[in-house]
């Protein structure tokens, strides 16, 4: 019943609705970080940005499409979390969230990422995994965890940097191949344990 009555929540912007949702947001957590992930939310709730001094947002598991404008005045956030949403496509106003360093785009709808998220130079970690991404953008980040995305590449990452994904242990000429895959019998595959164990 609590979820159902959350869901309908959702749906009014009164403010008395969102009480409901997240609890009273009228101080900055001590720990400078807001927790509002798995509560039906379909709009971000606006006092949420009024605390500038913000480092952690997570909003994951939510219905959320969308970021308002506002969002730009969480000027020292350093973690974001949008995973586990309904994003088409990134809001531009996170690329203007100098200060972000970790992004979690998980479990989304996102099929391209603006090319504003250059401009992010303290971004290093970025997850993308399970989204609609046939080609990825070259980024320059020190982790990129991308698995579950039709894609046909893999993202071009900077000197030094970590893959997680499909080709993540690949270098650079082995990508330009093509992937040839061959699955296995389950036959095959018991024959090839049994002899890695004598």
Request: aromatic content about 8%; charged content about 30%; overall charge negative.
């Amino acid at each position: 019943m609590g979820n159902a009555l959350r869901s309908v929540m959702a749906f009014i912007p009164s403010e008395r609705c969102q009480r409901f949702l997240v609890g009273d947001l009228k101080e900055m957590p001590f720990d400078r970080a807001v927790d509002l992930s798995s509560r039906q939310l379909r709009r971000l709730p606006s006092p949420v940005c009024v605390f500038g001094e913000l480092v952690k947002l997570y909003l994951s598991d939510n219905n959320l499409n969308s970021l308002p404008p506002e969002v730009q005045s969480l000027r020292k956030l350093q973690l974001l979390a949008l995973d586990f949403n309904c994003f088409d496509e990134l809001p531009e106003v996170v690329c203007r969230l100098t200060h972000l360093n970790i992004l979690y785009l998980g479990n989304n709808r996102l099929y391209r990422l603006p090319r504003e998220l250059e401009d992010l130079k303290e971004l290093n970690t970025l997850w993308l995994e399970t989204n609609c991404f046939s080609q990825f953008p070259q980024v320059g980040l020190k982790l990129v965890i991308y698995d579950h995305n039709p894609c046909v590449n893999a993202p071009v990452i900077a000197d030094g940097a970590r893959r997680v994904g499909r080709w993540a242990d690949n270098s650079d000429e082995e990508e330009d191949e093509e992937d040839e895959y061959i699955p296995k019998l389950p036959g095959e595959r018991t024959a090839e344990l049994e002899e890695g164990q004598t």
